[in-house]
């Protein structure tokens, strides 16, 4: 039997729960709020929006007593696993988790960093034990009572794909029968001038601040805060218990571009493809069943080149099924663009790629433009900059 996903759950810019992330995906309109610029952190010119959470009230999944203890990423993370937990079928115990970010909780490593340059003797231990990557996924643990499998993925942008990979592969391999796995992601106004700085976002032009996958004046992504997990079971478990799986996970795989250099991606994309074919091929897996691709493409110009390379490596010789580009909705990091291919299994109408407009021909790749897709098999993937890469293919139960 293969791992199933049964459960997801999300805390993000659309709003919570699964239901709000469907709608903002099958709407397709992004809702970016401007960012705080009053500290400086900001250039003229400079990005000036992100996809941040809304206030909410997380209080059904994190007490007050508990939130006082926590971390932003901390309390996104945890009401999250709760939400994955509520939306599959009750009897599940969840043992392990598996939990990706790019930049741990910012806001505490940012005010203990504070506190260490005023006066290292009175630094708060407590936002130390915070402010490390691996706390939200501690947190979520503690909550869930999940006492076995414990991973924290920091690779960027293929850090949700891997850590859903690597939930799937711990059950398969028996270490696991239920695995709570997903990304989390916070954004200070510090970070998103950081982020600025290295060119890594959509910055402001005529036509608006926007992520453009694939298009030819893409110039950077939407980055997005909040949480998006999963709950990963063994499928005879589900079974017996009467959950209703939402999709099988029945391959994935990870390569890495030596090209690639810490801060952006190399020039190997079509490397990563053809390892992607080979694992496919080793999985048993006919390329030309997959009926659609959920890409990692963000607008990053050049992440976006390191994936359409890839794709065209990946299906060379066949035809390339339906391009979807979710995190043009949905933005980068938070590992809600994860959703799309649980919906993509189903029935469902997704809207022309936003952003997208101008071909660009030295890539080939034109993403969806609108309308119904019901795929018995879905390629998932996710390119990072530093060199790391990953993919899963879903298939309908």
């Known amino acids: 039997m293969a791992s199933v996903v049964t459960g997801i759950g999300h805390v993000g810019a659309s709003g919570l729960g699964l239901d709000a992330i469907r709608r903002a995906l099958t709407e397709g309109t ?16 400079s990005a000036r929006t992100a996809l941040l959470c809304a206030e909410a009230n997380l209080t059904p999944w994190v007490s007050p007593a508990a939130a006082r203890r926590m971390s932003r990423p901390s309390r996104l993370a945890v009401a999250a696993a709760r939400m994955a937990l509520e939306s599959a079928t ?109 060119r890594a976002l959509a910055r402001p032009t005529p036509d608006g601040e926007a992520a453009r996958p694939f298009d030819a004046r893409r110039n950077g992504f939407l980055v997005a805060e909040g949480a998006t997990m999963f709950l990963v079971e063994d499928e005879h478990d589900a079974t017996r218990r009467g959950a209703r799986p939402l999709a099988r996970v029945i391959a994935s795989g990870a390569a890495f571009d030596p090209t690639a250099t810490p801060g952006t991606w190399g020039r190997n994309g079509a490397g990563l493809g053809r390892a992607m074919r080979r694992s496919l091929e080793r999985a048993g897996i006919d390329r030309t069943t997959i009926g659609a691709v959920v890409s990692g493409a963000s607008g990053a110009v050049d992440g976006d080149r390191a994936e359409a390379e890839a794709l065209g490596a990946m299906f060379e010789g066949t035809a390339v099924p339906p391009v979807l580009a979710p995190k043009a909705v949905v933005g980068e990091f938070a590992g809600a663009y994860l959703a799309a291919p649980f919906l993509a299994v189903e029935p469902s109408t997704f809207p022309a790629t936003p952003g997208f407009r101008t071909p660009d021909p030295a890539l080939g790749v034109v993403p969806w433009q609108g309308g119904p897709i019901s795929a018995s098999r879905v390629l998932v993937t996710g390119l990072a900059s530093g060199g790391a890469a990953a993919w899963v293919v879903l298939e309908r139960p």
């Open 30 to 45: 992004p809702r970016p709020a401007v960012v705080d610029a009053s500290a400086g952190w900001h250039v003229p010119g």
């Open 90 to 198: 009750a009897g599940c115990e969840p043992d392990g988790v598996v939990l990706a970010t790019a930049f741990g909780p910012a806001a505490f490593t940012e005010k203990l960093l504070r506190e260490i340059l005023a006066d290292p003797e009175t630094a708060s231990p407590f936002l130390f034990t915070e402010c490390v990557a691996n706390a939200p996924t501690a947190e979520v643990a503690i909550a869930l009572a999940a006492r076995g499998t414990n991973w924290t993925i920091t690779q960027r942008e293929a850090g949700p794909l891997l850590a859903l990979a690597r939930a799937a592969s711990e059950i398969d391999e028996g270490r696991a029968r239920a695995v709570v796995a997903g990304a989390v992601e916070e954004m200070t106004p510090m970070l998103h001038g950081v982020l600025d700085r290295f």
